[in-house]
């Protein structure tokens, strides 16, 4: 089955630019998706279609994907952008069709 | 607004059943497909299954094959999972999410927990 491998955490200075990574095999062939979630809440989309952007997220959200890794950037982190991030997949191979997460980033802001 | 709204979460014990509902409002409900997602208290997120617009594609997690079902009834936009078998580790919080696109899920419902405990 396909596996998408996330760094369990990420620290940042307020200001600074987070990378955030999700590598998988040739990710780059797949529409990656990305996820914010804030303690107790719901998931919320940040990323769609590996560098689109739903209406209402900053324009700080970016992603890019490309070989065996897919990145969301975020610039400029504030402290509200604290909070765990998991990237998600369609897996549509001979064997199985799954939609698939990594296992999540959490997002320190120092 | 569009809004996705879970109930039926609870206590059951081992080998025990529950159907969880997720009720849709501010959208053509009929028009999307729809999914369940789990995760376990302080784990990631988990998927669940997948079920197309007319009910015509259903996929599932191999972790629940054969002991869960989803279902929707476009006329009453709701969404549905029925849990059999349940065990220990299914316990989590449920949610139900619309899917916008190619497997890109928004809005999520606010989540209904299950646990599963004797």
């Known amino acids: 089955s396909y596996v998408l491998t996330q760094p369990p955490s990420v620290s940042v200075a307020p200001g600074k630019t987070a990378r955030i990574t999700c590598g998988g095999n040739?990710?780059?062939?797949?529409?990656v998706h990305w996820y914010q979630q804030k303690p107790g809440q719901a998931p919320v989309l940040v990323i769609y279609?590996?560098?689109d952007r739903p209406s209402g997220i900053p324009e700080r959200f970016s992603g890019s994907n490309s070989g065996n890794t897919a990145t969301l950037t975020i610039s400029r982190v504030e402290a509200g952008d604290e909070a765990d991030y998991y990237c998600?997949?369609?897996?549509?191979?001979?064997?199985?069709?799954?939609?698939?997460f990594g296992g999540g980033t959490k997002l320190t802001v120092l | 607004e569009v809004q996705l709204v879970e109930s039926g979460g609870g206590l059951v014990k081992p080998g025990g059943s529950l159907r969880l509902s997720c009720a849709a409002s501010?959208?053509?409900?009929?028009?999307?497909?729809m999914n369940w997602v789990r995760q376990a208290p302080g784990k990631g997120l988990e998927w669940v299954s997948s079920?197309?617009?007319?009910?015509?594609?259903?996929y599932y997690a191999d972790s629940v094959k054969g002991r869960f079902t989803i279902s929707r009834d476009n006329a009453k936009n709701s969404l549905y999972l029925q849990m059999n078998s349940l065990r220990a580790e299914d316990t989590a919080v449920y949610y139900c999410?619309?899917?916008?696109?190619?497997?890109?899920?928004?809005?999520w419902g606010q989540g209904t927990l299950v646990t599963v405990s004797s």
């Open positions: 999410a619309r899917d916008v696109g190619y497997y890109d899920f928004f809005p």
């Open positions: 501010g959208f053509t409900f009929s028009s999307y497909s």
């Open positions: 079920i197309s617009s007319s009910s015509s594609y259903i």
């Open positions: 040739n990710i780059g062939s797949k529409s």
């Open positions: 279609y590996d560098s």
């Open positions: 998600q997949v369609w897996d549509s191979s001979s064997d199985s069709q799954h939609v698939v």
